[in-house]
């Protein structure tokens, strides 16, 4: 089992990112302005302008896509995190699966977000200047994009070779 120590940071950053992200959305309106948690999500009053996804009215509307992403948000957490205590703490050699998992919900939910947007007209965030839209929009998912499928990349070859391995002492015992 290779130990990729990016991937592990990478698990750790996004969960700390993905977690504040989630509390945001599943406290409403507690978090938002006017609510006690505000001053935990303060950030967020400017981000509620570019994506309506994560706004005022989006909440008041009942819309369901920010709370069902930040369950996903959770649950990937999870996921990531299970891989950092499968490589450093278990050291089990279902490390590598783990973390293949959690990059491909990663990229699934990644997909999904800019899909929605994409099939909607850019309903919420299209009101934004290409630039706005470019640096605080695309920018977030491409970053969240890559690394995701560069982990699957890394994490597929060690999947593949231990694979390649296995069938081969298989084939030397027959």
């Known amino acids: 089992m290779s130990d990729k120590k990016w991937i592990s940071w990478w698990f750790a950053f996004s ?15 507690r978090s ?15 981000y509620e302008q570019v994506d309506y996804v994560y706004s005022v009215q ?43 998992s959690a990059a491909t919900m990663t ?19 299209g009101h934004n200047e290409l630039s706005v839209i470019v640096k605080y929009w695309a920018v977030p ?3 969240w994009f890559t690394v995701a499928c560069l982990i699957m990349y ?4 060690d999947i593949s070779l231990s694979l390649r391995r296995n069938k081969a002492a298989a084939n030397k015992l027959e």
């Open 58 to 100: 989006a909440y008041e509307n009942g819309e369901g896509f920010a709370g069902a992403q930040a369950v996903m948000n959770l649950i990937e957490n999870f996921v990531g995190l299970s891989y950092v205590f499968a490589t450093h703490i278990s050291k089990s050699d279902l490390a590598p699966l783990i973390g293949y």
């Open 107 to 125: 990229t699934a939910k990644t997909i999904l977000y800019v899909a929605q947007e994409l099939f909607c007209g850019f309903c919420a965030v």
């Open 15 to 29: 969960a700390v990112v993905m977690s504040w992200d989630s509390g945001y959305l599943l406290l409403r309106p």
């Open 154 to 157: 890394t994490l597929g070859k």
């Open 32 to 46: 938002m302005a006017g609510g006690d948690l505000y001053w935990l999500w303060k950030p967020y009053t400017f």
């Open 141 to 143: 998912n491409l970053l």
